[in-house]
């Protein structure tokens, strides 16, 4: 069992490391992230995007909590409810956005229809909401400083957009 559950980690580690580095490639040629980022190599990879990508990862897993008595904390367990916490905020609003354009576009084209609409996308946002209010009260060392994290980008892309040249068309290899 350990062994797949490993399997299972690195598979999806690969697919975030993977897809974040393209996220910070297509940012940079949007002018909205550093420059050097919208750069592939000879390899045709974002490799500026990989490095600043792991010195950010870097940032968050070298540290150790200490708990208050000097033993070490959980820090795999704080970094996957900061990580949780917020992405439950965007998979509510991604679902609650098929609602909307449901009724602001009803005659739009939908290639692919959402499952068992509107019961299932309905009980996962009341699902996930309630699991995101148990996060922030009894979780709230490592639910609110990972909103915080999170909304920390909204002012930074107000000022990088505002200082940013005008932006390339972006094509992703």
């Not at 439950?88 to 909307?100: E, K, P, Q």
């Amino acid at each position: 069992m350990a062994a797949a559950i490993m399997v299972s980690t690195f598979g999806c580690n690969n697919g975030l490391i993977l897809s974040g580095a393209r996220l910070y490639y297509a940012m940079a040629k949007d002018g909205l992230f550093f420059k050097s980022s919208g750069e592939l190599n000879k390899f045709h990879v974002p490799a500026w995007g990989l490095v600043i990508q792991g010195i950010w990862a870097s940032f968050y897993v070298l540290p150790r909590t200490v708990k208050a008595d000097g033993t070490y904390g959980n820090l795999y367990g704080d970094l996957l409810t900061y990580v949780i916490s917020a992405a439950l905020i965007f998979y509510i609003l991604t679902i609650i956005g098929i609602f909307v354009l449901r009724v602001k576009r009803p005659d739009a084209e939908r290639p692919y229809k959402a499952f068992g609409y509107p019961i299932i996308p309905a009980l996962y946002c009341i699902g996930a909401a309630v699991i995101l209010i148990v996060l922030f009260v009894y979780q709230t060392t490592a639910t609110w400083p990972g909103l915080l994290i999170v909304l920390t980008g909204v002012p930074v892309y107000f000022i990088w957009r505002r200082s940013a040249e005008k932006p390339e068309q972006v094509e992703l290899p």
